[in-house]
Nanobody
Framework: QVQLVESGGGLVQAGGSLRLSCAAS????????MGWFRQASGKDREFVAA?????????WYPDSVKGRFTVSRDNAKKMVYLQMNSLKPEDTAVYYC?????????????????WGQGTQVTVSS
């Protein structure tokens, strides 16, 4: 089990940047694949990014954020980051940090058994 706490959300103008952070507690952080999901008001939860247990070049993104968002992790600090550039109003949502120990599809919420409380990101036009 791992506990996750997100931070870094806020209000930003379109075209701006934000960096979300996720602090994890627990002794086995490096054994988890980490992900980010988001949920806009009235919409389903959406996959945003994932990074493998070791990090590096093993990352995944949907087309909607590819080239704008970058996920990274620091296993020594038990931290995961989501750098978001060129933000658009449609990026407005609550962003959740997730941790998964299974080998399920990285873009599916069911592949992650640990979730943070979420942080609000609002992009104004």
């Amino acid at each position: 089990q791992v506990q996750l706490v997100e931070s870094g959300g806020g209000l930003v103008q379109a075209g701006g940047s934000l960096r979300l952070s996720c602090a994890a507690s627990g002794r086995t952080f490096s054994s988890y694949r980490m992900g980010w999901f988001r949920q806009a008001s009235g919409k389903d939860r959406e996959f945003v990014a994932a990074i493998s247990r070791s990090g590096g070049s093993s990352t995944w993104y949907p087309d909607s954020v590819k080239g704008r968002f970058t996920v990274s992790r620091d296993n020594a600090k038990k931290m995961v980051y989501l750098q978001m550039n060129s933000l658009k109003p449609e990026d407005t949502a609550v962003y959740y940090c997730t941790a998964g120990s299974s080998s399920g599809l990285v873009s599916r919420a069911s592949a992650y058994e640990n979730w943070g409380q979420g942080t609000q990101v609002t992009v104004s036009s």
